[in-house]
């Protein structure tokens, strides 16, 4: 086993507490961390009306641990180039996980079956970070 663990870690312009409200019901996990700007030591850096924004947040459950913060609007810049990936053992796990990243969002590919998945999707939830949710077939 090696030491070292790759954690997503998620910025937003202001809206990280929702997010992660919405990440912690639809992944069954749970918020074991958090902190606003305005409880952080750099509190008195930051303007009042961003103190309830979040300094850092994590989100843990059994082999997932996510992470994340708000930014400032200016230096916010909108995800590219990489997908968080959703793993499920059942099917009816990643139509209800899906349905639920996608609501208000945008699908990229519909939630099917393919030549690996039982079920398997892409979509960008509500506030822009873009999922991929999958549920392999038995190997062969």
Same mark, same amino acid.
């Given at each position: 086993?090696?030491?070292?663990?790759?954690?997503? =870690?998620?910025?937003?312009?202001?809206?990280c507490r929702?997010?992660?409200?919405?990440?912690?019901?639809?992944? &069954?996990?749970?918020?074991?961390?958090?902190?606003t700007m305005g409880e952080s030591p750099m509190a008195d850096q930051v303007p009042p009306e961003n103190?309830?924004?979040i300094c850092h947040i994590s989100l843990e459950a059994e082999g997932l641990v996510l992470m994340g913060s708000d930014c400032p609007p200016?230096? =916010?810049d909108k995800p590219q180039g990489t997908i968080i990936n959703v793993q499920t053992q059942t099917a009816a796990r990643? &139509?209800?996980?899906?349905t639920a990243l996608s609501?208000?969002?945008e699908t990229r590919m519909p939630m099917e079956e393919t030549f690996w998945a039982e079920r398997f999707g892409?979509?960008?939830?509500?506030?822009g970070v873009p999922w991929m949710v999958?549920?392999?077939k038995p190997m062969p």
């Amino acid at each position: 086993m090696t030491d070292v663990r790759v954690n997503p =870690y998620l910025n937003f312009p202001g809206n990280c507490r929702e997010a992660f409200a919405l990440y912690a019901q639809v992944l &069954e996990a749970e918020i074991s961390f958090l902190i606003t700007m305005g409880e952080s030591p750099m509190a008195d850096q930051v303007p009042p009306e961003n103190h309830d924004h979040i300094c850092h947040i994590s989100l843990e459950a059994e082999g997932l641990v996510l992470m994340g913060s708000d930014c400032p609007p200016d230096q =916010y810049d909108k995800p590219q180039g990489t997908i968080i990936n959703v793993q499920t053992q059942t099917a009816a796990r990643a &139509e209800e996980i899906f349905t639920a990243l996608s609501d208000g969002g945008e699908t990229r590919m519909p939630m099917e079956e393919t030549f690996w998945a039982e079920r398997f999707g892409m979509c960008i939830d509500r506030f822009g970070v873009p999922w991929m949710v999958n549920c392999d077939k038995p190997m062969p």
